[in-house]
């Protein structure tokens, strides 16, 4: 009896181990897979993001270690327990044996894109056919027709072009096409597992997300839909990113000859000198200008020459040097007609 109850202890506390090691490993994939997606959407942005990210998956790979370790203990000491009944009657056959993959040498991102560049070129259509498929028997069979396409390559392809759809306001589209994106994600992360090809195993992928394993599918479920929200972030990003690019080029073409911006200064302009812009009355703003004090008047009058909103007029500026008056102020050509707030 205390032996079995040993045995029985023996086990829990194996299958504890494997149940945390397996957990951290999956933790572990999420985090690469999230770095994946931001080096290949966000290339040269979000670089404070990474480093969280990357900074999370060194720590998770720490526990990975930490758990791996530990089950190597106890299997030393499985090795090393006393022959019986219960040690010696085990399955003979529990596990399915790969080819294993062998090592890779790290590529440089130089050489990541040109690869990426050349694959494309090569297998647009057929990334394309498979990311319409919506069956788990047309998604195998795609794959079994087309092997070449079980790579990083058709993943990254695949996380752009969610990205452009969800840009393009193409929703359900962009919620089909993530689906086979984690569909292709899930295959690479199990051959990482493994440590095969991923072509040899994207098989076994399919039998059991098609058997209904639970615990698979749900990982599956809910990886789908926080990679949907992940793309749904990027590309409100991009568009924002587009939208500041696009106003700063109208505010660049809009400076005037002493680099300021006319909006922005008309925007600062006290209220009566405003409503002369508003109402483009030239005597009207001569008048204003008169009744404010010179300090102020010179300034706001400065930064509106400055910014394009007016010039003064040459004459005028001649004789107002020679003490024969005041300058006078005459109205900018207008280019837009009266698109431009601030520009009578």
């Not at 299997?75 to 790969?98: A, H, I």
């Not at 007016?310 to 024969?324: D, I, Q, S, Y």
């Amino acid at each position: 009896q205390a032996r079995v109850e040993r045995m029985e202890q023996f086990q829990k506390e194996k299958d504890e181990l494997d149940k945390g090691c397996r957990e951290c490993k999956r933790k572990l994939a999420e985090c690469q897979r999230k770095m994946k997606e931001l080096e290949v959407a966000d290339k040269g942005n979000g670089k404070g993001e990474l480093e969280k990210l990357q900074a999370e998956a060194q720590q998770l790979r720490n526990e990975e270690k930490s758990w791996e370790n530990k089950l190597e203990e106890l299997r030393k000491k499985e090795k090393n327990m006393p022959w019986n009944v219960d040690t010696l009657s085990k399955d003979g056959f529990s596990k399915s044996v790969f080819n294993v993959k062998a090592e890779e040498v790290e590529e440089t991102e130089e050489q990541k894109e040109k690869k990426h560049k050349s694959f494309v070129e090569r297998y647009e259509k057929q990334i394309k056919h498979f990311g319409m498929l919506r069956r788990w028997d047309d998604s195998q069979k795609c794959l079994s027709d087309h092997p070449h396409l079980v790579c990083e390559e058709t993943a990254n392809y695949l996380v752009i072009w969610c990205i452009d759809l969800e840009v393009e306001e193409k929703h359900a589209l962009m919620e089909q096409v993530a689906h086979q994106t984690i569909v292709m994600q899930f295959i690479l992360e199990l051959a990482k597992s493994l440590k095969v090809d991923p072509r040899a195993c994207f098989r076994q992928f399919f039998t059991k997300i098609k058997t209904a394993d639970q615990q698979y599918m749900e990982g599956f479920t809910e990886e789908l839909e926080a990679f949907k929200e992940r793309v749904r972030g990027r590309a409100k990003a991009r568009l924002e990113k587009a939208l500041r690019e696009f106003e700063e080029e109208e505010r660049q073409k809009r400076l005037g000859p002493g680099g300021l911006d006319p909006v922005e200064v008309y925007e600062s302009l006290p209220a009566e000198l405003q409503k002369c812009f508003d109402v483009k009355d030239v005597q009207m703003l001569q008048d204003t200008i008169s009744r404010m004090d010179p300090t102020e008047a010179k300034y706001h009058m400065q930064r509106c020459i400055d910014s394009g909103l007016w010039v003064p007029n040459a004459k005028g500026a001649e004789g107002a040097e020679k003490g024969g008056g005041e300058a006078v102020y005459e109205e900018i050509p207008k280019e837009n007609g009266d698109e431009e707030k601030g520009k009578p």
